[in-house]
């Protein structure tokens, strides 16, 4: 495995393979669940991440790394072989969400926080020894453009605290992925989702420079520009690949060797045809590629329903979306591979 942060950044984003997000919190792993009728128990969550880890040509072939949570990085399988060892034997880099999750911001009603700063130092060590060479914080930043939501101390507190967590792990050894997600929730529109994410990256850029943090050992894990979920509109993959490449071209330094998209709430379709249209016009000055959650586990979630007897069919359903999203950030998906399945 690569040790230099600037191989092990260039290996998460290199030849059309993306990057797993396994990382839910339990409390999110459980409302996956409940939406399955499945119990979250310790066993069922390391069931379910086994299934997909096992699934060796997703693994070897489409997916660079998975983000595991604290559990999962100390978890073994069923036969009592560590889960990291699995993720390794396959060629895949074992990841490390290390944030404590998104707090209300005081002083500032609706804007939050990314917390988890204090004993990092202390916690990246520890992952380092468990495995880990890459890790993920998640800043977030909601839109309600009528309550001033959200406002520029926000965005600062935000950037601030993923500069800080950048250089911490770059010190561990750890490439960090820093992660400044404009939500779609909202019901704002495709341009006010522009601005907010230009607002957001300017200032990301300027405290990750602030920090001393060396670009070529980072990945960016940004939002797409899209529309909000609540405005009624659904952006063309056209004009969401023409938007989020000019707001790139404009705030991301070109010595980010990769930016690994969130899915944040889009379909399983939209996402990986929003990434192909971004890789369709040829080279980009980053590699361009996945780092999904939802867009990538839905659909195994449903196929496997926890059931050991659909462990193939939940196997099967991962390795189809992990070859889509593999084919879009190669720019070489079509419609018609879908029914591929
Ligand atoms: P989604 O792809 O479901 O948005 O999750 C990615 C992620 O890791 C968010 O932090």
Not at 108 to 116: I, Y
Request: glycine letters at 10%; proline letters at 4%; charged letters at 25%.
């Amino acid at each position: 495995m690569q040790e230099r942060l600037e191989d092990i950044a260039a290996a998460m984003v290199a030849g059309g393979k993306g990057l797993l997000a396994a990382d839910e919190s339990s409390g999110t792993i459980k409302k996956r669940f409940d939406a399955i009728h499945v119990e979250s128990t310790e066993n069922s969550r390391r069931d379910y991440r086994e299934m997909m880890f096992r699934a060796s040509d997703a693994m070897k072939n489409y997916i660079s790394g998975v983000i595991l949570y604290d559990e999962t990085i100390r978890q073994k399988a069923a036969d009592g072989t560590p889960l990291v060892e699995i993720i390794k034997a396959a060629g895949a880099i074992p990841g490390i969400k290390v944030d404590g999750g998104a707090k209300p911001l005081a002083g500032f009603p609706g804007d939050t926080v990314t917390e988890g700063l204090d004993g990092l130092r202390e916690r990246l060590a520890e992952y380092y020894k468990l495995g880990a060479r890459f890790a993920k914080w998640r800043g977030v930043i909601d839109i309600d453009s009528a309550k001033g939501v959200p406002s520029a101390s926000s965005i600062g507190a935000n950037c601030h605290a993923l500069a800080r967590y950048a250089a911490l792990c770059q010190e561990a050894g750890i490439v960090p992925i820093v992660e400044p997600e404009v939500l779609m929730d909202g019901s704002h529109d495709i341009n006010t989702c522009y601005d907010i994410t230009r607002a957001t990256l300017l200032k990301l850029y300027a405290e990750l420079f602030a920090a001393n943090v060396k670009l070529e050992g980072t990945i960016l894990k940004p939002n797409m520009v899209i529309a909000g979920k609540a405005s009624g509109k659904t952006s063309s993959a056209e004009e969401v690949a023409e938007k989020t490449l000019k707001l790139f071209r404009e705030t991301v330094p070109l010595a980010v060797p990769g930016i690994a998209f969130l899915s944040g709430g889009q379909s399983d379709e939209q996402a990986t045809a929003n990434l192909n249209a971004m890789n369709a016009g040829g080279a980009q000055p980053w590699k361009l590629t996945f780092s999904y959650g939802r867009a990538l586990q839905a659909a195994p979630q449903k196929a496997w329903g926890g059931k050991a007897e659909n462990v193939a069919a939940g196997q099967a359903a991962f390795t189809h979306r992990a070859r889509m999203n593999h084919l879009a950030a190669l720019g070489k998906w079509q419609k018609g591979e879908e029914k591929t399945a």
